[in-house]
């Protein structure tokens, strides 16, 4: 039940999560520009000095908000405490409680720095400010090379924190499940042999086998549609913004868009955990449960 409703959730994440871009017209450019170039393919552009930023800026006002940890939690420590806890208990049913408390870092921190580069995007200035043909340094238009983009509105950016993302997967399901499970999972046939008739048994080996290879298929581009689905949304909210003047409606829908991306980045990925993770789980919870009830499973012949 649990898996059919991680399967769900996965599908339903999919198929509402699709990238919306802006309108024609002149927004954004599609490529980061280069603030400084060192020549041979290497640069510094204005979406990779926006990320060191804005997390050099979170690091520092998460320190300050917590300050020195106590028993007694201030007003700072409390909050950033209920917000792990809310965290917790989002994550935790999808990715079981066995390899939860190795994928619960990875999930908090992809999820606070998703959001809040997402967010930055509508500061003051973001994409309005830099060096351009326009008769001011400030003018709305014609900016050749903005200062500013967020992190998130670039592909490269996106594309790396997919490949954390996966990269988490991988290590995390190799050291919580192992190749067997893993290959069990992919190629093997799940259906119960004692209740399946003689002659369809095979039958189904062969369709699930078959069913493994699309499996393949659609966990090796896991990292192309995460990127995507991320810089799609989070670029044509750029070029929402540009398009209509920076109108102060769409603010708010810039809002609640760059919360569901984060949620649904960080959702998809314990998901894509917890869909293997958690087979020891509902091993575990089939057992309490025998035990609970009274009734002793027979030994294995």
Sequence with gaps: MLRATQRAVLLLLSLTSLPVFGAEGEGVAPAAAKLIDFGGGWAITNSMATGWAVSLLLVAFVM?????????P??????VEKLIEALRDLFEPIVGKKAFPAAFPILVTLFIF?????????????????????????????????WIRPHNADFNGTIALALISFGAWAIIV????????????????????????????????????????IEVFSIAIRPFTLSVRLFGNIFGGENLLHGTGFFFVFYFMELLVGLIQALVFTLLTSVYIGLLANHGDDHD?????????GHVPAAPH
């Design 74 to 79: 201030s007003k700072g420590q409390a909050l």
């Design 174 to 213: 190799l050291k919580y499940v192992g190749p067997r499970l893993i290959l069990f999972d992919l190629f093997g046939n799940k259906a119960d042999k004692k209740e399946t008739p003689a002659w369809l048994y095979p039958i189904l080996s062969i369709v699930f086998l078959l069913v493994g290879f």
């Design 64 to 72: 300050w908000l917590v300050g020195k940890p106590s028993v007694m």
């Design 114 to 146: 998703i959001l809040f580069h997402n967010w930055m995007g509508l500061l003051p200035g973001v994409g309005t400010m830099g060096w351009g043909r326009g008769e001011h340094w400030w003018s709305l238009q014609h900016i050749d090379t903005p």
């Design 285 to 293: 919870h089939e057992h309490a449960a025998d035990e609970k009830s």
